[in-house]
């Protein structure tokens, strides 16, 4: 009989990019270096990150505040639509804005978005053959983030939608044989100072 061991995901969303998304803000570098100093003392194995440069820039920053964890990119860690749902599946009153808001993504993203999502589920996802418990960080983006979230708490699929992450914010979900997926932090900022947290969410929604 295969021995399983639990696993430790750890999520968190790139730090605040710029204008043109092409690299970090200045408040997103500071972002992924403080999130690193938080990760010292978890014993991480290593960091996933999606393709794109705030993605890879945030793993970097955060790998330099660790001991040689390496660092490996990783196409199920990008953005991309995870699911598209029905209408059926959503609110009445807010279906054609949910819709909407989806449409504006290129058709493409939205056609491979499920097979990389479930490519994700697969790779970081679910307890680990062996003894040794296993801590990884996936630096990503806040679709990605919402629907792992989601499938741990067995929710609705098109429930991805509507679960935010600040930028730089820690999620941590536990997979173990013996019980559900437990969210142990969810979009936990407590490493961030006032002015750092909440980037990434609507003004209206800071807090």
Same mark, same amino acid.
């Given at each position: 009989? @295969? ?14 990019? @710029?204008?043109? +998304? &092409? ?21 991480? &194995? ?42 059926? +599946? ?34 970081? &996802? ?47 979900? *536990? ?21 750092? *947290? ?10």
């Amino acid at each position: 009989m @295969t021995r399983t061991a639990a696993r430790y995901l750890y999520l968190a969303r790139h730090g605040e990019a @710029t204008e043109d +998304e &092409t690299a970090l803000s200045e408040r997103g570098r500071r972002q992924a270096v403080l999130l690193g100093e938080r990760l010292r003392k978890a014993p991480l &194995t290593a960091i996933h990150h999606g393709p794109l440069p705030r993605a890879a820039q945030t793993a970097r920053l955060v790998a330099e505040q660790l001991d040689g964890v390496p660092l490996r990119m990783s196409a199920p860690a990008g953005d991309y639509v995870p699911y598209v749902p029905r209408r059926e +599946e959503l609110p009445e009153r807010s279906a054609d804005a949910m819709l909407g808001f989806l449409a504006q993504f290129p058709p493409e993203e939205r056609e491979q978005g499920p097979g990389l999502a479930a490519e994700a589920l697969a790779r970081f &996802t679910g307890p680990v053959e062996g003894d040794q418990p296993v801590h990884e960080l996936v630096v990503t983006h806040n679709f990605l983030l919402a629907w792992l979230v989601r499938e741990a708490l067995e929710a609705p699929r098109a429930r991805w939608m509507g679960i935010n992450h600040a930028n730089a914010a820690l999620t941590v979900i *536990r997979y173990t044989e013996e019980r559900a997926p437990a969210v142990l932090f969810l979009n936990d900022t407590g490493h961030l100072p006032g002015e750092l *947290r909440w980037t990434g969410f609507p003004p209206e929604l800071h807090v």
